[in-house]
């Protein structure tokens, strides 16, 4: 039975995450493979309704739990609906955040239990877990900068208008994350030119899956 691969892009506000997948599915379709590009909250039809619920703020009055809770809800629709079948189809799954995501917005700055927003996680992935997650580092003045021009004249989403200090301890999480499971995650200076960042990008993927297609037997990281 085929099975794809699992690329998750983590990373606070105006990293490039979007750029980035743009840049890694053009480079891996002209390698001939079949790449779904996604992205959370939403990438369903019935998570991009939540989305829409959680980014206009009209959950924030119900408190963090609650919206962790809605947050669970669009993912697991989404790993039902679209990354599980594209994964049996052997497809290469990109995907703009997912549980890190929830792990340092939910967790760390909503101040969440760490036992509560692991057991949502397990009921939530049911065992659909990245191979691979790129976390696009950047100091979170440079990234709220980048995501203020790319917005114009928008005004800023639930959580970007959130303040720089709780941007800076996100962005202290994400690096947590990746220093405690090495071997699924990596961290790429995102303050480079955007083909720069692309050329990482590719090579980490392409040591990845090959070693992946080696049949490397090591465990994963505990989680
Ligand atoms: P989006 O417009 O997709 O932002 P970005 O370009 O920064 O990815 O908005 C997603 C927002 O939702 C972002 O501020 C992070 C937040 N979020 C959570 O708080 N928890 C989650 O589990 C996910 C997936 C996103």
Same mark, same amino acid.
């Given at each position: 039975?085929?099975?794809?691969?699992?690329?998750?892009?983590?990373?606070?506000?105006?990293a490039?995450?979007?750029?980035?997948?743009?840049?890694?599915?053009?480079?891996?379709?002209?390698e001939?493979?079949?790449?779904?590009?996604?992205r959370?909250?939403?990438?369903?039809?019935?998570?991009?309704?939540?989305?829409? !619920?959680?980014?206009?703020g009209?959950?924030e009055?119900?408190?963090?739990?609650? &919206?962790? =809770?809605l947050? $669970? #809800?669009? %993912?697991?629709?989404?790993v039902?609906?679209?990354?599980?079948?594209?994964?049996d189809r052997?497809?290469?799954?990109?995907?703009?955040?997912?549980?890190?995501?929830?792990?340092?917005?939910?967790?760390?700055?909503g101040?969440?239990?760490?036992?509560f927003?692991a057991?949502?996680?397990?009921?939530?992935?049911?065992? !659909?877990?990245?191979?691979?997650?790129i976390?696009?580092?950047?100091d979170?003045? &440079?990234? =709220?900068?980048? $995501? #203020?021009? %790319?917005?114009?004249?928008?005004?800023?989403?639930?959580?970007?208008?959130e303040?720089?200090?709780?941007?800076?301890?996100?962005?202290?999480?994400?690096l947590?994350?990746?220093?405690?499971?090495?071997?699924?995650?990596?961290?790429?200076d995102?303050?480079?030119?955007?083909?720069?960042?692309?050329?990482?990008?590719?090579e980490?993927?392409?040591?990845?899956?090959?070693?992946?297609?080696?049949?490397?037997?090591?465990?994963?990281?505990?989680?």
């Open positions: 039975m085929p099975r794809g691969f699992f690329i998750t892009f983590e990373g606070g506000e105006g490039g995450k979007s750029t980035q997948i743009r840049l890694l599915a053009e480079h891996l379709r002209a001939g493979r079949e790449v779904v590009t996604t959370e909250p939403g990438g369903s039809p019935g998570a991009e309704a939540i989305r829409h !619920v959680l980014l206009s009209a959950a009055p119900f408190g963090p739990t609650l &919206e962790a =809770l947050f $669970a #809800a669009a %993912r697991s629709d989404h039902e609906q679209v990354i599980r079948p594209a994964m052997g497809a290469i799954v990109l995907c703009d955040r997912f549980v890190d995501s929830s792990r340092v917005y939910q967790g760390v700055t101040g969440l239990e760490p036992d927003m057991a949502l996680e397990r009921v939530t992935v049911n065992g !659909v877990m990245p191979d691979l997650t976390m696009l580092d950047i979170p003045e &440079e990234g =709220l900068r980048r $995501a #203020a021009e %790319r917005r114009g004249e928008e005004t800023a989403d639930r959580f970007e208008k303040t720089l200090d709780i941007h800076r301890r996100r962005r202290e999480a994400f947590e994350i990746a220093a405690s499971e090495p071997r699924r995650c990596i961290v790429i995102a303050s480079s030119a955007a083909e720069e960042v692309a050329g990482q990008i590719a980490a993927v392409s040591q990845v899956t090959s070693r992946a297609m080696a049949g490397d037997s090591e465990e994963a990281d505990n989680v």
